[in-house]
């Protein structure tokens, strides 16, 4: 098996995990000096930590108890990279339907996820995940 299929199924099984709520598959899947960067200027924008992924995981599990579904539409590998287009779809808490559209990259070490880039719809996120609140201006 190439480099390029065993990322593309690294991946797949983080998206099943994030549409699982297995935060613990989320983690383990990074290595120790892995770290994930969210697009924007919101509430959960950022670079985080394997230390802060295993802290703040489940927390986004929390704000849709019926579950929430990640979808992939496309990949493609190149090497240790797999740039990925998908979707989620979720009820939010709130009673509001979270429907996001996003472009990951994933960028692989030997089997584990050392950086993982997520594009999506920061004004969707400031609506439904942070109830309208944003962080201070720059």
């Avoid at 892995?34 to 802290?55: D, M, N, P, Y």
């Avoid at 990949?75 to 990951?104: D, I």
């Avoid at 950086?115 to 309208?132: H, P």
Wanted: charged share 25%; net charge negative; with cysteine.
């Amino acid at each position: 098996m190439s480099v390029e299929e065993r990322n593309k199924q690294l991946v797949q099984r983080f998206i099943d995990a994030m549409s699982a709520g297995d935060t613990a598959g989320i983690v383990d899947a990074y290595a120790e000096d892995g770290a994930v960067w969210t697009s924007g200027h919101t509430l959960i924008s950022g670079t985080f930590t394997k230390a802060r992924i295993r802290e703040a995981a489940g927390r986004i599990f929390e704000a849709f108890p019926q579950g929430i579904r990640f979808t992939i539409h496309a990949m493609t590998a190149e090497g240790e990279r797999v740039a990925v287009e998908a979707e989620s779809r979720g009820m939010h808490v709130s009673g509001k339907l979270y429907n996001n559209f996003y472009h990951f990259l994933f960028q692989f070490r030997d089997g584990q996820l050392v950086r993982l880039k997520e594009y999506m719809d920061t004004e969707l996120v400031t609506e439904i995940l942070c109830a309208g609140q944003r962080p201070p201006a720059r």
